[in-house]
Every structure is written in structure tokens, then in C-alpha cells.
């Protein structure tokens, strides 16, 4: 989480964590006890239902971030 918000900071978006539920694939690894980063997308809301929304202008930023992410961890 530390290097996820390191690099957000350095592109300009500010990473927070929060504790939350859900029925993703990330339920597994965090219901065994095993800290997951899941949220990585484009910034939207109303999950699966008629009114559900991404903010356009979020999308290549979090993929950039997410790109940075992948490459430090490659390192």
C-alpha cells in the first residue's frame, strides 16, 4: 500500500485505504487473512445497477498507476 501511495503521489492522484465488503475476487485472499489491494480502476459508482457510472477522466491516470505499480514490483 505504502508503494501504491508513493507513486499515486508522484502522478498526482491520492491513494487512500479503507476497509470495505464485497463479492469480487479479492474476497478470497482478504477473507484468508492476506492484505489485498483491490480498486485499481477507473473511479465510478452504483455497482451493477441501471445508473451505474466511470468517471472517463479517471481512467488513463489509474491505468498509469497501475502500469507504474506492475513495473516497481518488476523491478
Known amino acids: 500500500m ?3 501511495k508513493e507513486i499515486g503521489g508522484e502522478i498526482g492522484i491520492d491513494v487512500t485505504d479503507t476497509k470495505t ?5 479479492a474476497s ?3 477473507a484468508a487473512g ?3 489491494i ?3 480502476g477507473p473511479v465510478g459508482g452504483n455497482a451493477h445497477r441501471d445508473d451505474e457510472y466511470m468517471e472517463v477522466d479517471t481512467f488513463v491516470p489509474r491505468c498509469l498507476l497501475l ?4 513495473e516497481k514490483l518488476s523491478e
Open 21 to 25: 465488503g464485497g463479492g469480487g475476487d
Open 34 to 36: 492476506i492484505p489485498t
Open 28 to 30: 478470497y485472499t482478504s
Open 67 to 70: 502500469a507504474k505499480t506492475i
Open 38 to 40: 483491490d480498486g485499481l
Open 2 to 4: 505504502d508503494l501504491i
